[in-house]
């Protein structure tokens, strides 16, 4: 390839002709001194009276991608890569080609001295979310130091902010630990409702239950009135069912428990006759206490 091109130029220096390609000026000399920029074409160049192309400057966007190490304010190493997009100005061929000698270096250089002027005035969390004003800091900078030297800065992108792999690795645990409170404080507050709908069921259960009960013992009571006209009587079989109902109720809900209860017809006759005796003296106690009166004291 550089064999072909030193071959073309040769014959082109033999022939006194020099070709410019599309988006490129020629920088013509005549005996080392400057003498005009070319545009594309092919242009007459007779080497016998010392006109000669010196170089080839190319006007098309060019991009360099620097990669800055810096510190952010509060003392977080992390590396800024910014994507700078520049070309030469051809009305200013001669300050591009003759003024700098290395554009890409020179950019590089301002880029680096813009970011590390700015990012440790931030901190981690601010050069993340300020990347665009990172960004127009550097294009205003490069803008006005390249224009000097005959180039453009067409933009310029902050492309990436990688912190340190341990400062990383750090924000991605402090991060899962926030979203794991998070979904304990979710769970505990669903099982809270859990909880609450549950009690609410259970209470609205027992009372419909204690309802139906009421109920059942009113239908008996009223059942039984009809024939048997001894109110002693009625109440004897009340608490009889009462009692084979709560027998029942312990040996469903007492699981592995064991308990001993005195079981025969005698002993729902003691219980009925319990319950009676202690109707008939709160009665009478309420009967003869006057009203306001209490037990003696010594």
């Not at 680096?112 to 294009?139: C, G, T």
């Not at 309802?211 to 006209?229: H, K, S, T």
Request: net charge neutral.
């Amino acid at each position: 390839m550089g064999g072909a091109s030193s071959s073309s130029s040769a014959v082109q220096q033999a022939l006194c002709c020099a070709c410019v390609e599309q988006s490129t000026v020629a920088m013509q000399e005549t005996c080392g001194r400057f003498d005009a920029a070319l545009p594309p074409g092919c242009h007459f160049m007779p080497w016998c009276v010392g006109r000669r192309v010196a170089g080839r400057l190319s006007l098309r966007v060019q991009q360099l991608d620097v990669r800055c190490e810096t510190k952010s304010k509060d003392n977080v190493f992390v590396y800024v890569v910014a994507s700078v997009q520049y070309r030469a100005l051809e009305d200013r061929a001669y300050d591009a080609f003759y003024r700098l000698s290395n554009a890409r270096e020179q950019i590089q250089a301002y880029v680096f001295d813009v970011i590390r002027a700015s990012v440790p005035n931030m901190n981690l969390d601010q050069v993340f979310e300020q990347k665009n004003e990172v960004a127009k800091a550097v294009e205003e900078e490069l803008a006005k130091a390249m224009a000097l030297y005959g180039y453009e800065i067409v933009q310029t992108l902050i492309v990436d902010v990688v912190p340190d792999e341990v400062v990383k690795r750090a924000m991605n645990e402090i991060n899962a630990a926030a979203r794991l409170r998070l979904a304990v404080a979710e769970r505990a507050e669903a099982e809270k409702v859990q909880q609450v709908k549950r009690a609410e069921g259970e209470a609205e259960a027992k009372h419909l239950a204690g309802v139906g009960v009421a109920r059942q013992r009113q239908a008996i009571v009223d059942g039984l009135r009809r024939f048997v006209p001894d109110e002693k009587s009625v109440m004897d079989m009340v608490l009889a069912t009462q009692y084979f109902d709560t027998m029942r109720e312990i040996g469903v809900a007492s699981k592995a428990a064991t308990v001993f209860v005195p079981h025969g017809p005698a002993a729902v006759h003691d219980v009925a006759a319990q319950v009676r005796d202690g109707v008939i003296q709160a009665a009478s106690h309420h009967h003869h206490v006057p009203a306001g009166a209490g037990p003696s004291s010594r």
